[in-house]
């Protein structure tokens, strides 16, 4: 059972336009989600991440969306530029667990266009 | 702060031998997870330390273990490798022992099993 879908597995967007990635989830305990980016040989980097009692959280050029009715986030990147491609997770954890495990989709691979 | 680091960085292993990979964390940091990366699976968790105590397992045989250290360094040992094994597998390390917190992921080992 995937916990996390990221449904897209690519994606291509001109340079300066917005990136849009998606991502639906199933667990209802999940109370917060992180998006990583990944370039090949390194592990993944910490981008941003929003509680379940947020529906938006900013950063910069990131913004990412809850809709927890929806089971649904997203990430927009404003406005992408050619070093933003790379491969990009979504995580959900669960606080209450007692332990730090992080359930990741697999990856949507943003490209961005010069 | 130095990074998460994980050694070694490459490894070629053949079927039914075992391995031992390491991770250190940020300094601080208490808390060790550790993921297998694979092309169609994404990041798949495995097991997480805390304080040398393991607060939770992944969906592993149980050829697959790990251990921390009181200076909370990690290892984590294959044993009986099958082809299968062959992936990345990151660690990742977290600071705060309540709530939610990003994990700070380390380069990954890439293991090849022959």
């Known amino acids: 059972d995937q916990q996390v879908k990221q449904n897209s597995p690519s994606l291509s967007v001109q340079e300066g336009r917005i990136s849009i990635l998606n991502c639906d989830y199933t667990?209802?305990?999940?109370?917060?989600f992180l998006w990583y980016k990944k370039y090949p040989a390194e592990g993944p980097t910490f981008l941003i991440s929003i509680s379940s009692i947020k529906d938006k959280n900013e950063d910069g050029r990131f913004t990412v969306f809850l809709n927890k009715s929806a089971k649904h986030l997203s990430l927009h990147i404003v406005p992408s530029q050619p070093g933003d491609s790379a491969v990009y997770f979504c995580?959900?954890?669960?606080?209450?667990?007692?332990?730090?495990?992080?359930?990741f989709g697999k990856g949507t691979k943003l490209s961005v266009i010069p | 702060k130095a990074g998460v680091t994980q050694t070694p960085r490459y490894l070629i292993k053949t079927r039914g031998q075992q391995v031992t990979l390491s991770c250190s964390p940020i300094s601080g940091h208490r808390s060790v997870s550790w993921y297998q990366q694979t092309p169609g699976q994404g990041l798949q968790f495995l097991f997480e330390y805390f304080s040398e105590t393991q607060r939770n397992k992944g969906n592993f045989p149980g050829r697959f273990s790990g251990r921390q250290f009181s200076n909370s360094r990690s290892e984590m040992n294959v044993s009986t490798l099958e082809l299968g094994d062959s992936a990345l597998y990151l660690c990742?390390?977290?600071?705060?022992?309540?709530?939610?917190?990003?994990?700070?992921f380390g380069p990954g080992t890439r293991l090849t099993v022959l």
């Open positions: 995580a959900g954890g669960n606080s209450g667990a007692g332990s730090y495990q992080l359930t």
């Open positions: 990742a390390s977290s600071f705060r022992d309540s709530s939610y917190n990003e994990q700070f």
């Open positions: 667990n209802s305990m999940f109370d917060y």
